[in-house]
């Protein structure tokens, strides 16, 4: 099914007043495996971060007390995208080149591998936990969007009716429902996580592409618009939409973002060198200042909020794993 969107009166593509800066603290960590493409940390319970290497095909985990790296070789051409750690400290991570979804014990480095039931859908791509500890996930080239059911194993797999829509970023709601980017299209779409029906939703300007999404407190959901330059917000209960335009316009390329305890979207501009880590005040509607990468970036590509030390996590292009200390509001 498709719902097609409108602009809110009176906020379509409006600029964005700014507040006093609120710049996040960077810091980066070359990471020793060499144009490996360390990316989409994520915080273990022990407070460890977890990352992949695209490239380098392996999972690594980096002790944040004595700045120490581990790694756990995976097969060749595994090409590792995404993972995920359990509460038990098991890391799920998407074998996006081989078609599965692997689970690696880190007392052993033992490796279970959950395989896609269609043996067409070669990319597992980004995974997210819901409340039950089941994972969603998208396959952007396969075009759809699936659930392991982590106790029995079980893989469902849903197909995205428009043709190359290719689902991206993802991210589950309060009711447990999970949300998505549709990258090759001007949509977001979701799933009801009870009878699998799948809706899409076509934001109102056809030349929007979504690549990454956020959710805030108040169940709206935000997306960058990687081709346009926009940072969009949508009411998955009224089904308004608004953007703004990001402060690097259309050359923006927003890639990575992730919202913090505070309502605030963090989003990262990849077409400017060095990218730009950008805040925006969902409450205010504002932006709230910018933050060079110290390295670089290359391109961050997806990033983990830690609630517990106000901190965001990223793996970018330039080799490095890196800490962005997110400021508090100013008063």
């Known amino acids: 099914m498709i719902a097609r969107l409108a602009l809110a ?3 379509a593509l409006a600029l964005a007043p700014t507040l006093p800066a609120q710049q996040p603290s960077i810091s980066e ?10 990316r989409d940390p994520y915080v273990a ?11 380098g095909h392996y999972v690594a ?4 007390t004595s700045h120490q790296f581990r790694r756990y070789d995976l097969d060749p051409g595994t090409g590792p995208h995404n993972l995920l750690v359990d509460p038990q400290g098991a890391v799920w991570f998407s074998g996006n080149l081989v078609g599965y979804i692997g689970r690696l014990d880190p007392r052993d480095g033992h490796i279970t591998r959950y395989p896609m039931p269609d043996s067409t859908i070669r990319d597992p791509h980004t995974l997210v936990f819901d409340s039950h500890g089941d994972i969603w996930f998208t396959a952007q080239v396969g075009n759809v969007v699936g659930k392991l059911t982590v106790a029995s194993g079980e893989i469902r797999l849903v197909r995205v009716p428009t043709p190359n829509a290719r689902p991206y970023g993802i991210v589950i709601d309060r009711t447990d429902r999970p949300w998505f980017d549709l990258f090759g299209t001007n949509k977001i779409g979701t799933v009801d996580p009870r009878t ?13 592409r979504p690549r990454r999404i956020a959710l805030t407190s108040d169940g709206a959901l935000w997306y960058g618009d990687y081709t ?17 335009p990001l402060p690097a316009g259309a050359a923006a390329r927003p890639y990575a973002m992730m919202s913090d305890d505070r309502d605030r979207v963090w989003v990262v501009e990849t ?11 969902t409450h ?21 909020y830690d609630r517990r030390t106000q901190t965001i996590w990223f793996g970018s292009d330039a080799n490095t794993l890196g800490r962005a200390r997110v400021a508090p509001p100013v008063p």
């Open 29 to 38: 960590w070359p990471v020793p495996w060499e144009r490996s493409r360390p």
């Open 9 to 11: 009166t009176g906020a």
């Open 45 to 55: 319970g022990d407070g460890r971060v977890w990352f992949v290497g695209q490239q």
């Open 61 to 64: 985990v980096f002790d944040t």
């Open 284 to 304: 205010t509607l504002q932006f709230i200042g910018a933050a060079p990468v110290p390295s670089g970036g290359g391109a961050v590509r997806h990033m983990f």
């Open 196 to 208: 699998f029906q799948l809706t899409e939703y076509e934001l109102p300007r056809a030349a929007a």
């Open 271 to 281: 077409g400017v060198q060095p990218n730009q880590f950008v805040g925006f005040d």
């Open 228 to 244: 346009g330059g926009y940072l969009g917000r949508f009411d998955p209960v009224t089904h308004q939409v608004r953007e703004w």
